[in-house]
């Protein structure tokens, strides 16, 4: 009798010990970023602090969304556990230093891996994320999109987080907009709040970066060959683009629109909830680096006058009002390069359209601006802790106004 109470007490000691023991591991877990966020000045740093850090994937670490997102992510201080870089299995191997999150092996795709993990960012083509999108959101990873497989579809949702983060809320598969679109529509959708927009006209003047990496280095190629006396090739775009533009981008539809211009039409219809607006969209390359520009000119059902459109703009999140032309500032992609904000100018109403139409030039950083889109959503979507405090009021992300602004530029064309 003695032996048995004798073993039965040793082994209720054993199991408090090791209660106590995981009390004390969990204890240690949650006070880390407790610990730290007690010592932030900042209740927002503060809010973030607390909330669980989360495992990333960046899949096309090394094309340049993939590494602007996680120099984006390094600059909004993202609070990640664990980040997986995953490329080719030409680059597996190589390491990628980093300041926030220490040195980082770049290796192939592996589902095993990428289903292990809280979010994985896809920022490779189509056919990849049709590929794996969908598996790896049924296995419970929030997978944020870059390319356009998704962006249609109807349990789906396409976003621009000042616009509509709440359609994100919850769902495990989430698509990030072409970056012309998403670029005008951070303008547009202030106005068409206040004027409801009927009609648009977009004129596009698309920078190489769009094209990626490849792009780029092909316009710098191109523009080196021009100047040492031989001809610019052209593998990336249909022609040339040195000293040329080229009305031309992505592949031509039965009505003779692009595929660029109509992910406009249909991606801003979407975003927007507005299947009836009328939209126009002739999408052109132009022979700078980076940043899109676009002409703009509307026709809305109530009367809009330039100067209220101006301060609607310069109070919206997002958008930095550059409009003074006579001292010469307007938008150009310049100035926008770098930028988390685009930047809006040459404000005026429309003498096609009277007093319902409005002219407006808009230039955006879309490498960054997508990044930036795709950080924010992360933010907005995944810290479940954190979600309340940065929805404000209509719905609006005030992580984006406090943040948008880039406290980096990134080396133009690195790969
Ligand atoms: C481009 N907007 O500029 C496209 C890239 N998504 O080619």
Redesign the pocket.
């Known amino acids: 009798m003695a032996r048995i109470v004798f073993v039965a007490a040793i082994t209720v000691l054993l199991l408090l010990q090791c209660y106590v023991m995981a009390f004390h591991v969990r204890l240690h877990k949650l006070s880390k970023p407790l610990h730290r966020a007690a010592h932030s000045h900042n209740r927002r740093e503060a809010v973030l602090m607390a909330s669980r850090a989360v495992s990333v994937g960046i899949v096309g670490a090394t094309g340049a969304v993939g590494e602007e997102i996680l120099a984006v992510m390094q600059d909004r201080n993202f609070p990640a556990s664990t980040v997986r870089l995953f490329a080719s299995e030409k680059s597996a191997g190589r390491i990628v230093s980093t300041a926030k999150y220490g040195e980082l092996t770049l290796e192939a795709f592996s589902f095993e891996v990428a289903s292990s993990l809280d979010v994985v960012l896809l920022a490779v083509g189509g056919d990849f994320s049709l590929e794996w999108g969908e598996r790896l959101s049924a296995a419970g990873v929030l997978v944020i999109d870059n390319s356009s497989a998704f962006r249609m579809r109807d349990d789906v949702p396409l976003v621009v987080p000042e616009i509509n983060i709440l359609a994100a809320k919850g769902k495990k598969l989430v698509a990030n907009p ?3 679109t998403a670029i005008a529509l951070m303008a547009l959708w202030p106005i068409h709040q206040k004027y409801k927009i009927k009609k648009a006209i977009i004129s596009t003047y ?2 190489a ?3 990626g990496a490849p ?1 780029m280095q092909e316009l710098m190629d191109g523009m080196t060959s021009i100047v040492n006396g031989q001809p610019a090739v052209n593998s990336v775009f249909a022609h040339p683009l040195p000293y040329n533009l080229i009305p031309h ?2 592949v031509f539809q039965q009505n003779m629109y692009t595929k ?1 211009e109509m992910k406009v039409t249909w991606e801003s219809r979407k975003i927007m909830s507005s299947p009836d607006m009328k939209i126009s969209v002739t999408a052109v ?1 132009i022979p700078t680096l980076r940043a ?1 520009s676009e002409a703009i000119t509307l026709e809305c059902e109530e009367k809009v006058s330039a100067q209220d459109v101006r301060e609607l703009l310069r109070l919206s999140p997002g958008v930095d009002v550059v409009d003074d032309p006579l001292n010469k500032k307007y938008p150009m992609p310049i100035n926008a390069t770098g930028k988390y904000n685009i930047e809006v100018g040459r404000i005026r109403e429309n003498d096609v359209f009277g007093e319902y139409g409005l002219d407006l030039f808009v230039c955006g950083d ?1 490498v960054n601006n997508c990044c930036h889109t795709v950080c924010t959503m992360l933010l907005c979507s995944i810290l479940p802790r954190t979600i309340t405090y940065l929805l404000a009021a209509e719905g609006r992300c005030t992580e984006c106004s406090h943040h948008r602004r880039a406290t980096h530029v990134k080396k133009v064309g690195s790969s």
């Open positions: 072409n970056c012309t698309q920078a970066s769009g094209a792009g981008i992505d660029e390359r899109h879309q």
